[in-house]
């Protein structure tokens, strides 16, 4: 009880001048304490002063921000040392994990010289010592042929042996603190999975302290002994990470809780389906690259792909990243065109071009990228971007055109003071909202979402996924509604596919997602998403499987052979799985049926 | 814009003023200027500074204030012209490569590439050769000189802008190829734009100079600060001032351009 505590923060302010002068104060006194070798964990909403925090540990404030306050780690205390010294702890007491080790890597070195490089720089240790070290955390890592993955280079690396690299490269030094910063946010479920195995084994092993910056309370609650929950620079409840999930004692923490769990208020299915669906999508093909000669791309990304979706329906497609899901809305939008198949509105077929599409074709079919920042021009006005599809599909101009932007801004429940706004002055969720309005302005029938919830922060996910909810119930709209993430997935859509490879390997409806039976490949995506609970991870029976890349295999036998748990010898590695239906409806692509899968 | 003039450094507004201040003269140059500038009025060639004579005399006797104010006119407007030519063509072409089909995008950039291996001098030296320095074709020959380099720029710009989501959502929803171009892309690359259209002024007034200096670009009686040079040459034995004033004004406009640039591109950047 009475060690002294590694490292010590008492009323850490940051402050920064707004452009019109006044102070803002984006941490007001946080004070918490990290006892040696234990995890505390900060999690907040976006703005919530995370990243603030865990950068003023390394003395380190972004663009003139100010500040104040104790922080000691270790026997060194932050106040008042000089630059240089800073730099020093930096990269040697503190070391720190970002989001995307993608970016931070050097794309034209080797990996091992920029994972023992901290260690040369800060002088720890001598070359030879550095580099044995380093294979030693690539093995606790659970990195794939440890000895010689360090000679290669980041392109030839996954996002999540990346981010593992990254924490190699952190703890390379041995130092006093590493600060995780939503090191997960960017990964597969599938693939966090690994990387928080590995980042846990290799913490027990180092007895190393952490900081874990996150905003998912459940991954979270795997990674922390401590939660720290901040909510516009203020601590609003700190406690043990079991206590504080067990016993929220804050209405915010219950609210970060209950938004983990995205729930959709509950929509009358759409009526029987009428003879012909809305969309149907028949026996695609299409992938990027140069086409050969028979007609096959250089880089197939969809094979025989076919989905339908009936008035009002919403089908959800779920899959890792790269399974070509967003190849699909591409297909559908008219914007990839697609070697075989064809897709057709209300029983017509559409053109497999934009060119040859008619306008009110065009107009019934929109299209809502992931990403708000460079889904909306940021030369534009929101106004102005509203305003294009009005006059676009339906002629609308001057004050016409004016009072139905304000509609839709009414009915993304945005304020019309953000009319003559540019979009890079508009928060994430308000982005998004205009993403949306600009759809809703062409009046479709059915709307394409292409992971539109991904790069939003829990909260802001559960407001809009609302919106799309009750969007669909007043107008009556269909949607393609594709994301990794099978808990919004689920909360919105009546009928689930999942995608592996550029195939459909599950199809059923939302009910049929809560229990087993499910595809393998299913099973794998639902068991890997965090629960709520700690030991959670601890109990996760999944020994990773690392993907081997680059094997060519058959187009026959089943694609996901190579990672199933499931897999049997001499049937899966022999023969092209059957499409079969399992009894609670779904039809899946496998050789198992419905008792092999149920346990 | 008054604004973003505040905030540059203090190398950026040193180099705004002396732009604004040339900008100035070119206007209203020839409006002020004491004397005719084809006029002797003065006994002594190459004079120092008097009174009566600011800047002094000319080596026949004329108002060097008088003729580096309509010289500058002449520099000033014809290289705003050309650069301005030279970016229009340039970034116009490099939008229809970015939107138009692929062999569109192809036949331009190879015909650039041929142009941008040859030396942009040589090239303005045989085209004046060829066709003679009218003021017109003088334009002409420069701008197109500097289309190509402008061309590269501007397609690897937009060809970036082409790929992002929102030109993706316009072509979504059926926008014809001028909407993507006009409408989406360009107003996106008019901040960097900017920085190419100043440096390209730079390099059209060096070349406008030194063809003049060699006596290949204007045509007296017009000169531009290029021939001011030239024809006062000999008096840089005695550092005369009729060769020195317009030899710094060429420095001091070229210099100003690029502080003006470099500012206001690092303001962005940070
Ligand atoms: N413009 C493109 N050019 C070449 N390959 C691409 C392009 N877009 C996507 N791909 C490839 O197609 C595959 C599927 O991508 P995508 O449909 O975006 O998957 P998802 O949306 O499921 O993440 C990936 O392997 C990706 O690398
Ligand atoms: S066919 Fe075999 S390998 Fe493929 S998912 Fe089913 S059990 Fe696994
Ligand atoms: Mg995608």
Same mark, same amino acid.
């Given at each position: 009880?009475?060690?002294?505590?590694?490292?010590?923060?008492?009323?850490?302010?940051?402050?920064?001048?707004?452009?019109?002068?006044?102070?803002?104060?984006?941490?007001?006194?946080?004070?918490?304490?990290?006892?040696?070798?234990?995890?505390?964990?900060?999690?907040?909403?976006?703005?919530?002063?995370?990243?603030?925090?865990?950068?003023?540990?390394?003395?380190?404030?972004?663009?003139?921000?100010?500040?104040?306050?104790?922080?000691?780690?270790?026997?060194?205390?932050?106040?008042?040392?000089?630059?240089?010294?800073?730099?020093?702890?930096?990269?040697?007491?503190?070391?720190?994990?970002?989001?995307?080790?993608?970016?931070?890597?050097?794309?034209?070195?080797?990996?091992?010289?920029?994972?023992?490089?901290?260690?040369?720089?800060?002088?720890?240790?001598?070359?030879?010592?550095?580099?044995?070290?380093?294979?030693?955390?690539?093995?606790?890592?659970?990195?794939?042929?440890?000895?010689?993955?360090?000679?290669?280079?980041?392109?030839?690396?996954?996002?999540?042996? =990346?981010?593992?690299?990254?924490?190699?490269?952190?703890?390379?030094?041995?130092?006093?603190?590493?600060?995780?910063?939503?090191?997960?946010?960017? =990964?597969?479920?599938?693939?966090?999975?690994?990387? =928080?195995?590995?980042?846990?084994?290799?913490?027990?092993?180092?007895?190393?302290?952490?900081?874990?910056?996150?905003?998912?309370?459940?991954?979270?609650?795997?990674?922390?002994?401590?939660?720290?929950?901040?909510?516009?620079?203020?601590?609003?409840?700190?406690?043990?990470?079991?206590?504080?999930? $067990?016993?929220?004692?804050?209405?915010?923490?219950?609210?970060?809780?209950?938004?983990?769990?995205?729930?959709?208020?509950?929509?009358?299915?759409?009526?029987?389906?009428?003879?012909?669906?809305?969309?149907?999508?028949?026996?695609?093909?299409?992938?990027?690259?140069?086409?050969?000669?028979?007609?096959?791309?250089?880089?197939?990304?969809?094979?025989?792909?076919?989905?339908?979706?009936?008035?009002?329906?919403?089908?959800?497609?779920?899959?890792?990243?790269?399974?070509?899901?967003?190849?699909?809305?591409?297909?559908?939008?008219?914007?990839?065109?697609?070697?075989?198949?064809?897709?057709?509105?209300?029983?017509?077929?559409?053109?497999?071009?934009?060119?040859?599409?008619?306008?009110?074709?065009?107009?019934?079919?929109?299209?809502?990228?992931?990403?708000?920042?460079? #889904?909306?021009?940021? #030369?534009?006005?929101?106004?102005?971007?509203?305003?294009?599809? =009005?006059?676009?599909?339906?002629?609308?101009?001057?004050?016409?055109?004016?009072?139905?932007?304000?509609?839709?801004?009414?009915?993304?429940?945005?304020?019309?003071?953000?009319?003559?706004?540019?979009?890079?002055?508009?928060?994430?969720?308000?982005?998004?909202?205009?993403?949306?309005?600009?759809?809703?302005?062409?009046?479709?029938?059915?709307?394409?979402?292409?992971?539109?919830?991904?790069?939003?922060?829990?909260?802001?996910?559960?407001?809009?996924?609302?919106?799309?909810?009750?969007?669909?119930?007043?107008?009556?709209?269909?949607?393609?509604?594709?994301?990794?993430?099978?808990?919004?997935?689920?909360?919105?859509?009546?009928?689930?596919?999942?995608?592996?490879?550029?195939?459909?390997?599950?199809?059923?409806?939302?009910? $049929?997602?809560?229990?087993?039976?499910?595809?393998?490949?299913?099973?794998?995506?639902?068991?890997?998403?965090?629960?709520?609970?700690?030991?959670?991870?601890?109990?996760?029976?999944?020994?990773?499987?690392?993907?081997?890349?680059?094997?060519?295999?058959?187009?026959?036998?089943?694609?996901?052979?190579?990672?199933?748990?499931?897999?049997?010898?001499?049937?899966?590695?022999?023969?092209?799985?059957?499409?079969?239906?399992?009894?609670?409806?779904?039809?899946?692509?496998?050789?198992?049926?419905?008792?092999?899968?149920?346990? | 814009?008054?604004?973003?003039?505040?905030?540059?450094?203090?190398?950026?507004?040193?180099?705004?003023?002396?732009?604004?201040?040339?900008?100035?003269?070119?206007?209203?140059?020839?409006?002020?200027?004491?004397?005719?500038?084809?006029?002797?009025?003065?006994?002594?060639?190459?004079?120092?500074?008097?009174?009566?004579?600011?800047?002094?005399?000319?080596?026949?006797?004329?108002?060097?204030?008088?003729?580096?104010?309509?010289?500058?006119?002449?520099?000033? &407007?014809?290289?705003?012209?050309?650069?301005?030519?030279?970016?229009?063509?340039?970034?116009?072409?490099?939008?229809?490569?970015?939107?138009?089909?692929?062999?569109?995008? !192809?036949?331009?950039?190879?015909?650039?590439?041929?142009?941008?291996?040859?030396?942009?001098?040589?090239?303005?030296?045989?085209?004046?050769?060829?066709?003679?320095?009218?003021?017109?074709?003088?334009?002409?020959?420069?701008?197109?000189?500097?289309?190509?380099?402008?061309?590269?720029?501007?397609?690897?710009?937009?060809?970036?802008?082409?790929?992002?989501?929102?030109?993706?959502?316009?072509?979504?929803?059926?926008?014809?190829?001028?909407?993507?171009?006009?409408?989406?892309?360009?107003?996106?690359?008019?901040?960097?734009?900017?920085?190419?259209? &100043?440096?390209?002024?730079?390099?059209?007034?060096?070349?406008?100079?030194?063809?003049?200096?060699?006596?290949?670009?204007?045509?007296?009686?017009?000169?531009?600060?290029?021939?001011?040079?030239?024809?006062?040459?000999?008096?840089? &034995? !005695?550092?005369?001032?009729?060769?020195?004033?317009?030899?710094?004004?060429?420095?001091?406009?070229?210099?100003?351009?690029?502080?003006?640039?470099?500012?206001?591109?690092? &303001?962005?950047?940070?």
């Amino acid at each position: 009880m009475t060690t002294p505590s590694h490292v010590d923060v008492r009323d850490l302010s940051v402050t920064v001048r707004r452009p019109d002068g006044t102070l803002l104060r984006i941490v007001d006194s946080v004070s918490f304490s990290i006892p040696r070798g234990e995890v505390l964990a900060l999690i907040g909403e976006s703005g919530s002063g995370k990243t603030t925090i865990a950068l003023s540990l390394m003395g380190y404030a972004r663009g003139g921000a100010v500040i104040s306050g104790q922080i000691r780690v270790g026997n060194a205390s932050l106040d008042g040392v000089g630059p240089a010294s800073l730099a020093a702890q930096r990269g040697n007491r503190i070391t720190y994990v970002a989001q995307s080790a993608a970016a931070a890597f050097n794309p034209s070195r080797r990996i091992i010289d920029q994972v023992i490089e901290p260690a040369l720089i800060h002088r720890t240790a001598a070359a030879p010592a550095a580099r044995e070290r380093a294979i030693g955390l690539f093995r606790a890592l659970a990195l794939p042929t440890p000895e010689t993955i360090g000679e290669r280079y980041p392109h030839e690396l996954s996002g999540g042996q =990346l981010q593992r690299l990254m924490a190699a490269m952190a703890l390379i030094t041995k130092p006093d603190v590493v600060i995780f910063d939503e090191p997960t946010t960017a =990964l597969d479920v599938t693939t966090q999975v690994e990387v =928080l195995q590995a980042f846990r084994r290799v913490f027990r092993e180092e007895g190393a302290t952490g900081v874990y910056v996150s905003h998912d309370l459940a991954v979270v609650a795997q990674m922390a002994d401590h939660i720290l929950v901040l909510n516009g620079g203020k601590v609003r409840e700190q406690n043990s990470a079991a206590t504080l999930i $067990a016993e929220p004692q804050d209405d915010y923490t219950r609210m970060l809780m209950s938004a983990a769990q995205p729930v959709v208020q509950a929509i009358t299915p759409p009526a029987p389906k009428a003879a012909t669906p809305l969309l149907e999508i028949d026996g695609i093909f299409a992938g990027y690259g140069p086409i050969d000669r028979e007609g096959r791309p250089a880089n197939p990304v969809l094979s025989a792909v076919s989905l339908s979706i009936g008035k009002g329906a919403a089908l959800g497609v779920i899959g890792e990243s790269g399974s070509g899901k967003s190849t699909v809305a591409r297909v559908v939008a008219g914007l990839l065109t697609p070697t075989a198949g064809t897709v057709s509105l209300d029983g017509e077929v559409l053109a497999p071009t934009l060119a040859e599409r008619t306008r009110e074709q065009l107009r019934r079919v929109q299209i809502v990228f992931q990403n708000a920042d460079v #889904a909306l021009n940021p #030369a534009h006005s929101v106004g102005e971007i509203l305003a294009r599809p =009005l006059r676009f599909y339906h002629g609308k101009t001057g004050a016409d055109a004016r009072r139905r932007v304000n509609e839709l801004l009414d009915l993304t429940r945005l304020p019309s003071s953000v009319i003559d706004r540019r979009c890079g002055e508009l928060s994430g969720g308000q982005k998004q909202r205009v993403n949306l309005a600009r759809a809703l302005a062409a009046e479709p029938d059915i709307i394409l979402c292409d992971e539109v919830t991904s790069a939003l922060d829990t909260v802001v996910r559960g407001a809009i996924l609302d919106l799309l909810g009750d969007l669909r119930r007043d107008l009556g709209l269909a949607y393609l509604f594709i994301s990794h993430d099978i808990a919004t997935v689920k909360a919105l859509c009546d009928e689930i596919v999942v995608f592996y490879k550029g195939t459909r390997v599950e199809h059923g409806t939302s009910d $049929a997602y809560a229990a087993p039976p499910y595809h393998p490949y299913t099973e794998l995506l639902i068991t890997s998403v965090p629960e709520l609970r700690p030991g959670w991870l601890a109990d996760y029976p999944y020994q990773p499987v690392a993907p081997v890349a680059n094997v060519t295999q058959s187009s026959d036998i089943c694609r996901f052979l190579q990672r199933c748990p499931r897999s049997r010898q001499g049937l899966c590695d022999i023969a092209a799985p059957p499409l079969r239906t399992l009894e609670n409806g779904s039809r899946i692509l496998c050789h198992l049926d419905t008792s092999e899968l149920a346990h | 814009m008054l604004h973003a003039a505040r905030r540059l450094p203090l190398s950026g507004k040193i180099g705004l003023a002396i732009v604004l201040f040339w900008l100035m003269v070119a206007l209203i140059g020839p409006f002020i200027a004491p004397y005719t500038p084809g006029a002797f009025v003065s006994e002594e060639v190459f004079a120092g500074s008097s009174g009566k004579f600011w800047f002094g005399s000319d080596f026949l006797g004329r108002d060097v204030l008088s003729r580096l104010l309509v010289g500058a006119r002449f520099t000033v &407007g014809l290289s705003v012209l050309a650069a301005t030519l030279a970016c229009a063509t340039g970034t116009g072409l490099a939008l229809t490569a970015a939107v138009g089909p692929r062999w569109v995008d !192809e036949l331009l950039s190879r015909a650039m590439d041929t142009m941008i291996s040859i030396p942009g001098k040589v090239f303005a030296l045989v085209m004046v050769a060829a066709f003679g320095s009218s003021l017109m074709l003088l334009t002409l020959i420069v701008a197109i000189t500097y289309v190509p380099g402008n061309f590269r720029i501007a397609r690897s710009l937009a060809v970036g802008l082409a790929r992002l989501d929102y030109v993706e959502v316009a072509r979504a929803r059926g926008e014809g190829r001028l909407h993507l171009a006009l409408v989406e892309m360009l107003p996106n690359m008019i901040r960097p734009l900017f920085a190419d259209i &100043g440096l390209r002024f730079v390099f059209i007034v060096l070349l406008l100079s030194g063809l003049s200096f060699l006596g290949l670009g204007l045509q007296p009686p017009d000169a531009d600060l290029g021939s001011l040079v030239r024809e006062n040459v000999s008096g840089l &034995g !005695e550092g005369a001032l009729a060769v020195l004033v317009p030899a710094l004004a060429i420095a001091s406009l070229t210099v100003s351009v690029n502080l003006l640039i470099d500012a206001a591109t690092q &303001g962005k950047a940070r």
